[in-house]
T-cell receptor, first 113, second 112 residues
Framework: EAQVTQNPRYLITVTGKKLTVTCSQN?????MSWYRQDPGLGLRQIYY???????DKGDVPEGYKVSRKEKRNFPLILESPSPNQTSLYFC????????????FGSGTQLSVL | AQKVTQAQTEISVVEKEDVTLDCVYE???????LFWYKQPPSGELVFLIR??????QNEISGRYSWNFQKSTSSFNFTITASQVVDSAVYFC?????????FGTGTRLLVSP
């Protein structure tokens, strides 16, 4: 089954404790991206990747890192989480970024205390 | 820059009513794509439709229909005979540079 797998589904952590949210897709998509969803703001792009070892900043990249060492994986790293990073996070992938639908993971609800 | 506006924050209807969710977009591109996604209470994002700017035909899929009007830069979504299972947040989106630009969403509450 074609899918984007995101883990964990829920995560509670404390300020400053490094964490990683994993994302994997099995569709051989070149494009992958991370979004965060906040009330009243919709979804905003954090980072994206056009292919292996090719990543770039989205609209709200501060406080986040990503890597793309393999085509299928695109982890989101918070080196020193802060409470303003409490949000619902989605990983997404597609064949192309500009005209194809995005396949989304099931989301990660992160709370930073 | 691209922008998507969903002015309706929340809509409440009673089951079997028809409801229209508005979406207005801004773009300078001559070729672009519009999308609708549904986010049920479980939280995942479910793709509903993709429409390119060259195709202004309205589309119907069961109880769902979409009205695309380039003249008013709108891509509205109508649910006919709403059901409780339609309760969700609905997002309209427009393709931007290497991303989708989302509206802020409309929460639809359908009560029995």
């Amino acid at each position: 089954e074609a899918q984007v797998t995101q883990n964990p589904r829920y995560l509670i952590t404390v300020t400053g404790k490094k964490l990683t949210v994993t994302c994997s897709q099995n569709m051989n998509h070149e494009y992958m991206s991370w979004y965060r969803q906040d009330p009243g703001l919709g979804l905003r792009q954090i980072y994206y990747s056009m292919n292996v070892e090719v990543t770039d900043k989205g609209d709200v990249p501060e406080g986040y890192k990503v890597s793309r060492k393999e085509k299928r994986n695109f982890p989101l790293i918070l080196e020193s989480p802060s409470p303003n990073q409490t949000s619902l996070y989605f990983c997404a992938s597609s064949l192309q970024p500009n005209n194809e639908k995005l396949f989304f993971g099931s989301g990660t609800q992160l709370s930073v205390l | 820059a691209q922008k998507v506006t969903q002015a309706q924050t929340e809509i409440s209807v009673v089951e079997k009513e028809d409801v229209t969710l508005d979406c207005v977009y801004e773009t300078r591109d001559t070729t672009y794509y519009l999308f609708w996604y549904k986010q049920p209470p479980s939280g995942e994002l479910v793709f509903l439709i993709r429409r390119n700017s060259f195709d202004e035909q309205n589309e119907i899929s069961g109880r769902y229909s979409w009205n695309f009007q380039k003249s008013t830069s709108s891509f509205n979504f109508t649910i006919t005979a709403s059901q409780v299972v339609d309760s969700a947040v609905y997002f309209c989106a427009l393709n931007g540079f290497q991303k989708l630009v989302f509206g802020t969403g409309t929460r639809l509450l359908v009560s029995p």
